[in-house]
């Protein structure tokens, strides 16, 4: 039986809108205040900073795991549910974090919060990928991420960095998208793999949501590369202050004002690519933005000129949301169940905890300089092997599409 118009992607609406991009920014929150988070756990719990930055590690890797662990069940029809159970999870253990219990109560809470937003990250991720033009979707979400996370950094420090203002926020955030959880798009049961009927040799879907093997293989490895690309990439960031004063010689003041430039500099890529859609694919802007983000990545590590280092942070800072997004649309793109979408920023955070680890390393063994050289070779490394994926997902979509036309000229011609 062939399957009828509203077994393919589905338009964006509002409650769509709300359900996954709104799922998503929480998930990735606790990673956005992390500054806040680690100067909360200092003053109200006295921890020192590595002790505060040890609990906030093991509650992103608490996400991380959580997301990927929860992907099966979050590409069909129990999407809703691990959505809420992880919201659920979420408010509890964050409210428990915000009243400040005593030090081993909270600790456990926040790593317990974060296993709650990894089922949200999951859920949300999984989501994007039912939705019509991954690319758009995918620039859609990082802008309204990019949003949100800017007006909570600038209001938490007006109401005070505590304990009760930083995990109350995403507390709160979670209760409200508990009720909105259940406006999530369901999976598509359409095949991702058309096959040309023996008889007609016209295409066909095979009633089988999996994807083929070549698919397959292709999403893992895109997840595994994303994983290493997240390394180089929040390495950057974790040793953005710290470049920046030792070679460039930057005061606190400009340092401020370079790391708020460079991340509305990500603001610019999203907008750009949410208006260009599909309109500009995705190999070629991958090839482009990891090719430039290596030579900008590497000219940050070198450069002792502050204003140097400040256009090139920028401008690293602009490719590198660009590819965050586009990694997220191939994804959703090869599977619209969102087998790859869904755990892909699980994926992310996992390179992510990892990064100022890696980069301390780096830098301390091989001087900024060699860092530098090291996370460019990343990201060109990485290039070839992106643009074959990248080209996979266009033709999976593109052979979608087709059914779709197909299904609906054959429902026309038998009305």
Same mark, same amino acid.
């Given at each position: ?15 769509? +809108? ?6 998503? $920014? ?16 200092? =003053? ?30 979050? /590409?069909?029809?129990? #999407? ?10 979420? @408010? ?14 909270? $600790? ?21 990928? +039912? ?54 798009? #369901?999976?598509?049961?359409? @095949? ?9 040799? =016209? ?26 690309? @997240? ?6 960031? !974790?040793? +953005? ?5 030792? =070679?460039?010689?930057?005061? %606190? ?14 603001? $610019? ?18 090839? $482009? ?29 602009? @490719? ?10 191939? !994804?959703?793109?090869? %599977? ?27 830098? /301390? ?32 979509? =593109?052979?979608? %599409?087709?059914? /779709? ?6 429902? /026309?011609?038998?009305?």
């Amino acid at each position: 039986m062939a399957p009828t118009g509203n077994d393919t992607r589905l338009p964006l609406n509002t409650r769509r +809108a709300i359900s996954t991009f709104g799922l998503s $920014v929480l998930g990735l929150l606790a990673g956005n205040l992390l500054p806040f988070m680690v100067l909360a756990l200092e =003053q109200s719990l006295g921890m020192g900073a590595t002790e505060a930055g040890a609990v906030m590690t093991g509650s992103l890797l608490a996400s991380a795991v959580s997301c990927v662990a929860t992907t099966r069940l979050a /590409e069909g029809a129990r #999407r809703t549910l691990v959505a809420r159970i992880g919201l659920a999870l979420a @408010a509890v253990a964050f409210t428990v974090a915000a009243l400040n219990p005593g030090a081993s109560v909270t $600790v456990i809470a926040i790593v317990a919060g974060g296993l709650g937003t990894g089922g949200a990250l999951s859920a949300s991720g999984a989501a994007l990928a +039912a939705l019509r033009n991954p690319n758009r979707m995918s620039a859609a979400n990082g802008l309204v991420n990019r949003v949100v996370v800017t007006i909570i950094l600038a209001v938490v420090p007006l109401i005070g960095i505590t304990t009760g203002s930083v995990f109350g926020v995403i507390a709160g955030a979670a209760f409200l998208l508990f009720f909105a959880a259940t406006w999530l798009p #369901r999976a598509p049961i359409v @095949a991702v793999d058309p096959l040309p009927s023996a008889a007609s040799g =016209q295409h066909v879907t095979t009633g089988n949501p999996r994807p083929s093997r070549s698919i397959t293989i292709a999403g893992v490895a895109l997840l595994a590369m994303y994983a290493v690309w @997240a390394v180089s990439e929040d390495s950057v960031w !974790a040793l +953005a202050g710290i470049m920046g004063a030792d =070679q460039s010689g930057l005061t %606190d003041a400009g340092l401020g004002l370079v790391l708020s430039a460079s991340s509305a500099g990500g603001l $610019v890529a999203a907008v750009v690519l949410m208006f260009l859609g599909e309109r500009i694919g995705r190999a070629v802007p991958l090839a $482009v933005l990891l090719v430039a983000g290596g030579a900008l990545k590497l000219v940050a590590a070198v450069t002792t000129d502050p204003t140097v280092y400040t256009i090139a942070l920028i401008a690293w800072n602009t @490719a590198y949301l660009a590819v965050f997004l586009l990694f997220i649309a191939t !994804a959703a793109a090869l %599977d619209a169940n969102g087998r790859f979408s869904g755990p892909a920023i699980g994926v992310y955070l996992f390179g992510s905890a990892f990064s100022p680890l890696v980069g301390g390393w780096l830098a /301390e063994t091989f001087g900024y300089p060699g860092f530098g050289w090291a996370i460019a070779l990343v990201s060109w490394m990485l290039v070839v092997p992106v643009v074959v994926v990248a080209r996979l997902s266009t033709r999976v979509e =593109q052979r979608m %599409d087709t059914s /779709e036309k197909s299904t609906v000229a054959t429902k /026309e011609m038998t009305r």
